[in-house]
């Protein structure tokens, strides 16, 4: 089985609950077909680059998971189905880092590791 790393955008105007419902029921079609779920972030509500389907912001959710060719058919055309999911992508990935991802980290994490002396010139 191959992995896979899934990014939706859920509708602004769900509440949370709605929106962890949503997850669990994505988790359990990958469950139900004999997929595993590796990890499960919610990035919380972002506000997008541009409007879509009349969204100004969505909830941003992110799956690592372990699938066949056709759970992850069926996995892709239910969330096209589903109209609360604005966006999605899947990408097979070699490897599930075990960290937080990048938007889970404190941006002070973030911007103290890139900091640099400009007056070194």
């Given amino acids: 089985m191959q992995l896979y790393e899934c990014v939706f955008i859920i509708r602004q105007d769900l509440s949370n609950t709605q929106v962890e419902n949503i997850t669990n029921e994505f988790c359990a079609i990958i469950t139900d077909n004999k997929g595993s779920v590796v990890k499960q972030e919610y990035w919380g509500l972002k506000?997008?680059?541009?409007?879509?389907?009349?969204?100004?912001?969505?909830?941003?959710?992110?799956?690592?998971?372990?699938?066949?060719?056709?759970?992850?058919?069926?996995?892709?055309?239910?969330?096209?189905l589903h109209e609360d999911i604005l966006r999605s992508l899947i990408l097979a990935i070699e490897a599930v880092d075990p960290e937080p991802?990048?938007?889970?980290?404190?941006?002070?994490?973030?911007?103290?590791?890139?900091?640099?002396?400009a007056s070194a010139s």
């Fill in 101 to 117: 991802s990048i938007m889970m980290q404190n941006k002070s994490e973030r911007s103290g590791s890139d900091t640099s002396d």
């Fill in 47 to 80: 506000t997008m680059a541009y409007k879509i389907k009349k969204n100004r912001k969505g909830h941003y959710t992110m799956l690592n998971f372990e699938a066949d060719t056709d759970t992850v058919a069926e996995f892709d055309r239910r969330l096209g």
